[in-house]
């Protein structure tokens, strides 16, 4: 299974190769493809809200309707278009970035790829198999254990699968960045993308599980007369918004991390200056993360705990506010005094600051258990997190994709189209979420189908929605630019944008299968840059001479173990209706998922060589005689 | 590498250790071990907060259900197939790949036998009326030590995957990485198995 | 055998050393089940002997602390300096010991009926 590079192949082979792939550039784009999927779907379901929400008393969907979309458009964007499209950068560029041929479980990255599509087809199937979740995307228990028809059901199994599969994946970076490392990059010459992608990883770790816990609670109580949250059996509703809660706000920094990361390295290219205060980005990062699991009630203020606990959670919550303002402090001054180059990633990144910086304060605001109370459930709070969420993490991530374009896919997003998307996106955004910051004062609460007249809320919910349409528009003209860029000439070079610092920027395009053919000897934070400085026009110093590569193989069982838990849910999420065929679907998916799993420990996989002739044919038929030196 | 003939002489000292394969499934063991102490600790506490609640009147509580005796004997059990597990990697640092599967396998015996245990108590359990639609509490119970149990299982089955496939390998750089993450696996089953007899049957018997 | 791996046979005396320190290792490692062993049997001992619960929760809590120790720190090898990255693994192992404290913490006390 080797040259496989080299070959020209047809439409079946190359599906093949996608369906059983293990390679993470190849799995960086099935994320972002699978990412912008599930963003283009949420956008749309977003856009529905704000179309019902346009003029008072709307009927353009029903009140049943719009509780689906809110809850869709949440869990989808959160869960199924942000991870998605973040692991598609951290998969496409952090092996580069530190010099690595792959991750460290490359089957187990296809494994958690397969999982979270499967998981995400699972619950986006419940729009045609009678009704999509309706009880938020917090699901909270009291309104969550009585909803009727199945919509829940497919939000618990389908969550469980997907998050299964983001978990392995967190699990996967962690021990990859820890233990993949090119000789000489130390952990405090990592790149910073690559810092917050292990502290992200980290928080993946340990915060998926409580939602597993959670869910897992939620599927049995509904479906087989488990008693968690029934008060009358004993039960606590509050058990669940504990166990979500403490998933869920590290969710969110699971989120952010990543995006600030993706700044991180954005600014100093365009700012031709070295990032500032690196060593206290880093210390930031981790007491970001460490704080993060220290201030999940700050969602629970109205909830009753009691004032003690309230003002404990609310100074938590206020000191994270510290470490996050050091970053932002950092790349200002990283900003100040550089030799500014306005391209479209740089434009996303100074959009960011404002942004997410007033999302923050917002934040800090609401931080204060009192002014919670008056503001819990408002417009307010969907202000505040669309601002850091639109603002912190869309911005980066569609920086990011005009930023990582070239390595990705060797061609360049016009930047043009990019330049009117970004305008039209950041003015459609503010319109749409600023003006909710005066209907949350105002008294608006969230999560409403429709509204009365003459409340003084009709002109700012209009204006609301005119920026929804404009955000759509923005995103209409950002496929088209990628739909463009396909047709475009391939770039076939090194450091696209002429100012790269890290590794990645080190290797011409397009990216063979094996990535380095020699491992970088890494001398310094900014090695590739460092390189250019020291007159070495032909990449990095190498670490190793060139010799024979081992790479993994190709393999179809991860997608075989998620169909298995696809079919597993149906037979669970129909058990309940006592349908006949119910557990035996079950157990025939989980047999799927086990078997699967025997067959991979039984065989012995040790993946292929490469010989040096490949490596050398290889580099002269991408790069013609010469090669990539 | 599985080609490669060694003898005890040319075997590492940390063989699980030796290879890039190794040194990543070492390291990644660990960081699976650390999602799992948030996934019992999430269990746990969720037991906590609903022990012996249940509906107006019941009967059922943990002082009078749990039997310390039965609780003593499978500790003994599984604490002794850790003891059991350590010597099995004791023999794989010295390429004894017959002492690695003898004690594996007594291992696995062991945690057979807790799990029998483990049955017999959810059996008699039932039995009486305790089920898992009981109450909360007994929810909460049988999610947490059947959560507990579900990991002796895929424990079980992990080792006995291993001692077949590789039977008619023996052992080489390959497989003693493997080995190596499912005693840790193993142990760690045990250091949760502490908790809760501390916890659920210890405490519970405390009232 | 990819090229980063190092395997080239120990000398005599390096192996009999070995050897040596392994066994020598093996015979802690039974007496610390030893002490686990008896650690719990105080354990159950101590509920039995019916003293107050206030001195038992805690002290049978301590109990199991000092055993889960015993088992990190021998069993699972993370006393081992030389092994693999230990220091991050220890790091991350005890961050969710932290976390997992916060979370009983929680439970036990902002759960209300």
């Not at chain 1, 309707?65 to 199924?80: P, R, S």
């Not at chain 1, 392995?168 to 010459?189: E, K, L, Q």
């Amino acid at each position: 299974m080797s040259s496989v590079a080299v070959s020209k192949k047809g439409f079946g082979a190359t599906v093949w190769d996608y369906l059983t792939t293990v390679d993470h550039k190849k799995l960086g784009v099935m994320y972002l493809l699978a990412g912008t999927l599930f963003f283009a779907i949420a956008g749309f379901e977003a856009l529905l809200m704000r179309i019902q929400l346009m003029v008072p008393n709307n009927d353009f969907v029903s009140a049943g309707t719009f509780n689906e979309l809110l809850t869709m458009h949440g869990t989808t964007m959160l869960f199924l278009a942000a991870t998605p499209l973040l692991f598609g950068f951290m998969n496409a560029v952090i092996p580069l970035q530190i010099g690595a041929r792959d991750v460290a479980f490359p089957f187990l990255n296809s494994l958690g790829f397969w999982m979270f599509f499967l998981g995400a087809l699972f619950l986006h199937l419940s729009f045609f198999l009678g009704g999509a979740p309706d009880a938020g995307w917090t699901n909270y228990a009291s309104l969550a254990l009585y909803s009727p028809g199945h919509g829940v059901d497919f939000y618990v199994l389908g969550l469980q699968i997907s998050g299964a599969g983001t978990l392995i994946s967190g699990i996967n970076f962690i021990v990859t960045i820890i233990t993949m490392r090119a000789p000489g990059m130390t952990f405090m010459r990592m790149p910073l993308f690559t810092w917050t992608s292990l502290i992200t990883s980290a928080l993946i770790t340990f915060a998926f599980p409580p939602l597993t816990v959670g869910l897992f609670l939620m599927l049995v109580d509904r479906m087989f007369e488990a008693n968690f949250f029934d008060h009358t059996m004993g039960g606590n509703t509050i058990i669940w918004e504990h166990l979500f809660w403490i998933f869920g706000h590290p969710e969110v920094y699971i989120l952010v991390l990543p995006a600030f990361g993706l700044f991180s390295e954005i600014i100093p290219v365009f700012a031709r200056k070295r990032l500032f205060g690196y060593s206290s980005m880093v210390f930031a990062t981790i007491l970001i993360g460490f704080l993060g699991f220290m201030v999940w009630a700050h969602h629970m203020f109205t909830t009753g705990l009691g004032a003690t606990a309230n003002a404990i959670f609310a100074v938590a919550t206020m000191a994270i506010a510290v470490p996050t303002g050091m970053k932002v402090f950092n790349w200002i001054m990283t900003i100040w005094g550089g030799s500014v180059k306005v391209t479209v990633p740089m434009l996303y990144a100074l959009g960011f600051i404002p942004s997410f910086v007033a999302g923050g304060v917002t934040g800090v605001m609401q931080a204060a258990a009192p002014l919670d109370y008056q503001l819990h459930d408002s417009y307010f709070i969907v202000a505040h997190f669309h601002y850091v969420i639109v603002g912190g993490i869309v911005t980066a991530i569609f920086g990011s994709m005009h930023f990582y374009w070239p390595i990705m896919f060797n061609r360049a997003l016009s930047e043009t189209l990019g330049k009117w998307t970004f305008w039209i996106f950041f003015i459609g955004f503010h319109c749409t979420f600023f003006i909710q910051h005066f209907l949350g004062l105002m008294g608006m609460p969230r999560r409403v189908f429709t509204y009365q007249a003459n409340q003084g809320w009709d002109l700012f919910n209009f204006i609301s929605s005119i920026g929804a349409i404009l955000m759509a528009i923005g995103v209409i003209l950002l496929v088209l630019n990628i739909i463009v860029s396909a047709k475009s000439k391939p770039l076939n070079c090194r450091d696209y944008w002429g100012d790269g610092r890290s590794l990645e920027w080190a290797i011409k395009t397009p990216v063979p299968f094996y990535n380095f053919k020699q491992t970088p000897l890494v001398r310094g934070y900014d090695p590739y840059w460092l390189e250019k400085h020291e007159g070495n026009e032909e990449g990095m110093t190498y670490a190793e001479p060139l010799g024979e590569i081992h790479m993994p193989n190709n393999s179809i069982l991860p997608l075989i173990m998620s169909i298995g838990t696809f079919v597993a849910a149906f037979g669970a999420l129909y058990h309940p209706d006592g349908k006949s065929w119910a557990i035996p679907v079950l157990i025939l998916g989980l047999a799927i998922t086990v078997g699967a799993m025997i067959i991979r420990s039984m065989k012995d996989d040790l993946g292929f060589h490469v010989h040096v002739e490949e490596i050398v044919a290889t580099e002269e038929h991408l790069y013609g005689k010469g090669g990539n030196k | 590498m599985e080609h490669t003939k060694f003898t005890p002489q040319s075997w590492p000292d940390k063989p699980e250790q030796a290879t890039m394969e190794g040194k990543n499934k070492f390291v990644g063991i660990w960081i699976f071990i650390c999602s799992d102490i948030t996934l019992f600790a999430s269990v746990f506490a969720t037991y906590l907060s609903l022990k012996d609640k249940g509906p107006a009147g019941m009967e059922y509580s943990a002082a009078e259900l749990f039997e310390l005796p039965l609780a003593f004997v499978m500790t003994m059990l599984l604490l002794t197939s850790s003891l059991t597990s350590v010597y099995a990697m004791y023999h794989m640092k010295n390429y004894n790949f017959k002492g690695v599967q003898i004690w594996m396998s007594i291992t696995v015996l062991l945690g057979l036998g807790f799990l029998a245990l483990e049955i017999y108590e959810f059996y008699h359990y039932v039995h009486d009326g305790f089920g898992y639609t009981q109450s909360a509490f007994s929810s909460a119970f049988f999610t947490l030590v059947g959560t507990h149990g579900l990991h002796v299982v895929i424990g079980l089955v992990w080792i006995l995957c291993l001692i077949f496939r590789n039977a008619g390998r023996g052992l080489n750089l390959y497989n003693a990485p493997k080995y190596y993450a499912a005693s840790i696996f193993w142990h760690f089953i045990d250091v949760v198995w502490v908790f809760i007899f501390t916890v659920v049957y210890l405490m519970g018997v405390l009232g | 055998m990819g090229h980063d791996t190092q395997v080239q046979a120990r000398s005599k005396k390096q192996y009999e050393y070995d050897r040596h320190h392994n066994a020598v290792h093996m015979r802690k490692q039974v007496i610390n089940f030893a002490i686990m062993i008896f650690l719990t049997f105080l354990a159950f001992a101590v509920v039995v002997a019916d003293f107050s619960t206030y001195y038992i929760k805690p002290l049978i809590l301590l109990l199991a602390g000092i055993q889960v120790v015993i088992q990190l720190y021998s069993y699972m090898h993370m006393d081992d300096k030389k092994a693999s990255h230990i220091g991050v693994i220890s790091t991350f192992v005890w961050f969710g010991v932290v976390i997992a404290f916060t979370v009983f913490l929680a439970f036990l006390t902002i759960i209300w009926w």
